[in-house]
C-alpha cells in the first residue's frame, strides 16, 4: 500500500500524478478521502464497468436517483434494458442528422455572436448554450429555453453533489426537477416531432419513468458536452504543433476531440457498489463497498497508451479511452457528444482568426467527478 494517498484537493486540481502513483503501485486501493476503493487500471477498470452483477449501480445510495428517480443510469439488467431500449433506439447513429445539423447550425449562430468581441469565455458564450440548446431540441422541449434547461441543470447537478457530501437535498432542485418534469410532460402531450417522442412512443414506460430519464439524458448531454467542447479547445489551444497539424488538415478534428476525450475525460469518476466479496487487483472488497472507477486514470494507462500523458492526434487506439464508460452503461448519447463537439470545436476554429487561451486568467481544467476549465477565457483577431 501506498504511503501517500492524494487528498480530494489534489484529485480535484491536478490528479495526474497521482493516479499514476497509484495504478503502478495499488490499482485498487481504499481512498478514505472518496471513502471509497479507487480504481486506476484500464484493465481494472473494464472488468469493473462489465461486470454490472457484481459492481451495480442499483444502490440506494447513488445519488442522482435520489434527485431524478429510477432511470436507465441507476437500474441493472431487464429493468436496466427496459429503461434503455427506448432511447437508444431514439438515439441511434442513423436518427441523429437532424438534430446534428441542429448543432452545427447552433454553433455556427453562437461563433458569430461573439466574432465581433475579440474575446470571450467559452464555456458561458458558446459550450454551455449549445449543449443546453440540442437537448432542449432532442427532448423537444417546446415550452423551455436553453437558459431554463441550464438553470434545472444547474440546480440538479448542485443537488446531486449536495447529496455525495453532505447527504443533504437541496431546494432549488426539487423546484427545478419539478419544472423540467412538467416540460417533458408537455413535450409528451404535444405529439411535437423529437427523439423524446420517438424513445416514448418506442416501449411501455410510464410517463414518470420517461422523465426520469429525459432528466438523466438531460444531465448527462449538458455535462458530457460543455466538457468535450472545452477540454478539446484548451488541449488545441495549449499545444501549437498539435493545433497546426488540424488546421493544416480539418479532417483530423475528429481524432483530435478523440484524444481529448483520452486525456481529460469530462466525466472523471463513475461510481459503482460491490453486490458480493470479491477480489480484485490482489484486495479484498467487501459486499456493499463503494467503488470508484477512476476514468482518468484508466485513460492513462501506460500498458494500454504509449507516452500516455502526451496530446497527440495521430495516436492510433485513443477510441481505446472509457471517457463514455464501458459495458451495459455506456453513454448512448457519445455519437451526438461527438457530433456536437466537432460541430463546436471546428467552427469556433474557423471562425475566430487567430483564436488563443488568454494566459492572463487561469484556464486548466479541474474537478473531482467532472473535469473541464470552470472558464476558459480566450482572445482572437
Not at 6 to 29: I, K, Q, Y
Not at 276 to 292: F, M
Request: glycine share 8%; hydrophobic share 50%; aromatic share 6%.
Amino acid at each position: 500500500m501506498s504511503s501517500v494517498l492524494p487528498t480530494t484537493a489534489e484529485l480535484t486540481d491536478d490528479p495526474h500524478p497521482a493516479l499514476a502513483r497509484l495504478r503502478e503501485r495499488d490499482p485498487v486501493c481504499w481512498l478514505p478521502s472518496l471513502g471509497a476503493w479507487l480504481v486506476t487500471g484500464h484493465g481494472l477498470a473494464t472488468e469493473v464497468l462489465r461486470d454490472y452483477l457484481t459492481f451495480t449501480v442499483d444502490d440506494p445510495r447513488f445519488t442522482t436517483a435520489q434527485v431524478t428517480g429510477p432511470s436507465m443510469l441507476s437500474l441493472e439488467g431487464a429493468a436496466h434494458a427496459r429503461h434503455r431500449a427506448p432511447f437508444a433506439h431514439a438515439f441511434r447513429p442513423a436518427a441523429l442528422s437532424g438534430i446534428a445539423d441542429f448543432a452545427a447550425a447552433e454553433a455556427a449562430r453562437l461563433t458569430e455572436g461573439i466574432s465581433p468581441g475579440g474575446s470571450a469565455e467559452l464555456r458561458a458564450t458558446v459550450a454551455g448554450p449549445l449543449a443546453a440548446a440540442v437537448m432542449t431540441q432532442a427532448l423537444g422541449l417546446t415550452e423551455a429555453t436553453p437558459a431554463m434547461v441550464l438553470a434545472w441543470y444547474a440546480d440538479i447537478v448542485a443537488a446531486v453533489s449536495a447529496l455525495a457530501g453532505a447527504g443533504v437535498r437541496e431546494a432549488p432542485a426539487v423546484r427545478s426537477f419539478a419544472e423540467l418534469a412538467a416540460s417533458v410532460r408537455a413535450s409528451i402531450r404535444s405529439g411535437h416531432v423529437s427523439l423524446l417522442a420517438e424513445a416514448a412512443g418506442a416501449g411501455d414506460l410510464s410517463e414518470t419513468e420517461t422523465v426520469s430519464n429525459a432528466a438523466v439524458l438531460l444531465f448527462g448531454g449538458i455535462e458530457t458536452t460543455e466538457g468535450m467542447v472545452l477540454n478539446a479547445v484548451w488541449h488545441l489551444l495549449s499545444d501549437p504543433a498539435q493545433l497546426r497539424l488540424v488546421r493544416a488538415d480539418p479532417a483530423l478534428l475528429p481524432a483530435a476531440i478523440e484524444e481529448s476525450l483520452r486525456l481529460e475525460p469530462a466525466a472523471a469518476v463513475v461510481d459503482r457498489y460491490a453486490t458480493r466479496d470479491v477480489r480484485l487487483g490482489g484486495v479484498t472488497i467487501r459486499a456493499g463497498d463503494p467503488v470508484t472507477v477512476s476514468i482518468t486514470g484508466a485513460n492513462r494507462d501506460p500498458d494500454v497508451f504509449g507516452d500516455p500523458d502526451r496530446y497527440d492526434i495521430r495516436r492510433e487506439n485513443a477510441a481505446r479511452h472509457l471517457a463514455f464508460a464501458h459495458g451495459p452503461h455506456f453513454c448512448l448519447g457519445a455519437h451526438l457528444a461527438r457530433a456536437e463537439a466537432i460541430a463546436a470545436v471546428g467552427t469556433l476554429l474557423g471562425g475566430l482568426p487567430r483564436l488563443r487561451l488568454d494566459l492572463s486568467r487561469p484556464t486548466a481544467p479541474r474537478g473531482l467527478v467532472f473535469r473541464k476549465p470552470p472558464a476558459l477565457h480566450v482572445l482572437w483577431g
